[in-house]
């Protein structure tokens, strides 16, 4: 059976996102795919609803934008999941208006989270466009406490899985035929993968793979213009084929600004302590 490794590519802002992995064919014959069982299957949904919310808000969004987190009085709490989303679509009408009359277009990922005996709430990123106090006015219902986005070397990529698993831990609204873990405005840009099979060798992904932790050098060649924040490989124990999960940030970004003054930093303590 012939192996050739694919490599899929996500440019979602200042960041990168890789996966490299086996794809393999016998000549003749499609390739079959044994069903995964239910619980598997709601782990790579999870893992890929998380990774696809990742690219969104690092694409999407800056360290401009904002996250707002929408709470209920005791009188005003939802019944049940369409009252909590009618509400909260109501929410995003009456943002959206208020940006249009600034002369500004809104952007917004949501996630409701709530039910089964726990307090109905929202996470909400958007794009900064008006004051935070007159955004939180928008919301009557109860608490609204918003704040900037923190990004790092892996983007958002830390508020990416809190929202969603957060949303995993409740009544399991994602295992209802048509409701989303998260869902945004049609204006979102969706990172759309570049794929190409057998570009990079077998060889070169193992050596990829077993290379040490601390060397970035094999990954910043192979990506030129961007530095590595971290790497997952593994070698499938089945098929003994390499899998990668690369993620990069851009070398003109504010992140690589941020780890050159580290590195500055660290130096002059280093050269402190010789003296």
């Known amino acids: 059976m012939r192996c050739l490794y694919q490599e899929r590519v996500y440019d979602c802002g200042d960041y990168k996102e890789v996966d490299i992995y086996p794809v393999y064919k016998k000549a003749g014959q499609r390739n079959s795919k044994a069903k995964p069982t239910a619980e598997v299957q709601e782990k790579l949904n999870q893992r890929n609803s998380e990774r696809e919310l990742i690219r969104v808000l690092n694409e999407n969004f800056t360290p401009d934008d904002l996250e707002i987190h929408l709470t209920f009085d005791d009188k005003c709490m939802p019944n049940d999941y369409e009252e909590a989303k009618r509400l909260v679509d109501n929410f995003i009408r009456r943002v959206k208006r208020r940006y249009k009359n600034a002369g500004l277009e809104l952007k917004a990922v949501v996630v409701i989270s709530g039910g089964e005996g726990k307090r109905w709430h929202y996470h909400i990123t958007l794009k900064c466009g008006i004051d935070r106090d007159e955004l939180e006015a928008l919301w009557p219902y109860g608490y609204a406490n918003s704040r900037r986005l923190r ?125």
Request: one cysteine or more.
């Open 151 to 275: 990004f790092n070397e892996n983007g958002v990529e830390g508020l990416a899985k809190y929202i969603s698993r957060q949303h995993m831990q409740d009544e399991g609204v994602e295992r209802v035929k048509g409701r989303r873990r998260w869902f945004g405005t049609r204006n979102l840009k969706r990172p759309q993968p570049k794929t190409t099979t057998g570009a990079i060798s077998g060889k070169k992904v193992k050596e990829l793979c077993t290379v040490e932790v601390e060397s970035r050098a094999p990954f910043e060649r192979l990506y030129p213009g961007y530095f590595l924040s971290r790497v997952e490989a593994i070698e499938n124990e089945f098929n003994h084929g390499y899998y990668l999960h690369i993620r990069m940030y851009r070398a003109g970004s504010d992140m690589a600004t941020r780890r050159k003054h580290r590195k500055d930093e660290g130096r002059k303590r280093a050269e402190g302590r010789q003296i």
